[in-house]
């Protein structure tokens, strides 16, 4: 028996097919280029909600406290929209920056179920996965949050046995000009999602700034890779100054914001 397509005019109508249908829904609402989900509204199951035209999971609202970005909000009217909170940045358009960003924030991400919807730990869904019958409506970032510099910096390598993408991801929380009060670093390899260098992290938090911290820092990258093949070594030679140059893109981003 076919599915039963209805298009929600707003979240409210949505969240009621949700209750009446419970795990028999599916959502209809494309694909998240901020969170690199989609939903299509194929599989096999008695509901499709339609909800591409509900304005929640598409726009972004900011109240005193908060920021809501639309869970399916195209990325370009993301990155031009007054009310992102200073400390997101220039938003970038790669669904992997984004996370990074959001993550290292502590964003918190808004989900519809049967019948209402939940907030929850970005980190902890987008680690796992949410049921079908759940879809993210939006991510929440706090206004307040403290500034922080982002650095992200990646490359693509075809050389036979060598060929890969790279992608470094770097943050940086000042305590004054010169001190790093907390740094969270993270790599991904072939579109593979940020997988963090806590061992790049750890050498620059709490440290201040000096002439060489941060080429110390970017050496400890090699050490994620192990093994002795010639991609790994590749690999290890590269993430070096990957991070050295996203470490100072985050750095500068901090000086220039800095009042003269």
């Keep these: 028996m076919p599915a039963k397509l209805v298009r929600a005019r707003d979240l409210r109508e949505a969240l009621s097919y949700a209750f009446v249908h419970r795990t028999g829904v599916r959502w209809r609402a494309g694909t998240s280029a901020m969170l690199d989900l989609a939903y299509d509204g194929t599989a096999d199951a008695p509901m499709i909600v339609d909800v591409r ?3 929640d999971f598409h726009t972004v609202r900011a109240d005193r406290s908060v920021t809501s970005i639309g869970a399916f ?11 992102l909170p200073p400390a997101l940045g220039t938003m970038p358009l790669g669904p992997h920056e984004a996370r990074f960003r959001l993550n290292t924030l502590g964003a918190s991400i808004v989900v519809a179920g049967p019948g209402a919807t939940r907030s929850t730990d970005l980190a ?3 680690a796992t ?24 910096r990646r490359i693509k390598r075809r050389d036979g046995r060598a060929t890969f993408e790279l992608r470094v991801h770097v943050a940086l929380a000042l305590g004054g000009a010169h001190r790093i009060e907390r740094a969270t670093v993270a790599h991904g390899i072939d579109g593979g999602p940020p997988v963090p260098l806590p061992d790049v992290a750890a050498e620059l938090s709490g440290n201040m700034i000096a002439k060489t911290t941060f080429a110390h820092a970017a050496r400890r990258a090699a050490d994620a890779f192990r093994g002795d093949d010639e991609r790994t070594n590749v690999l290890r030679r590269t993430i070096i100054p990957l991070v050295l140059s996203a470490l100072h893109d985050a750095y500068a981003a901090s000086r220039a914001a800095r009042p003269r």
């Design 124 to 126: 902890s869904v987008l």
């Design 73 to 83: 909000a195209h990325p370009e009217t993301i990155a031009r929209d007054p009310a």
């Design 53 to 55: 035209h509900v304005p």
């Design 129 to 152: 996965e949410l049921p079908p019958h759940e879809i993210p409506v939006a991510v929440t970032v706090r206004r307040d949050a403290p500034p922080v510099w982002f650095g992200d």
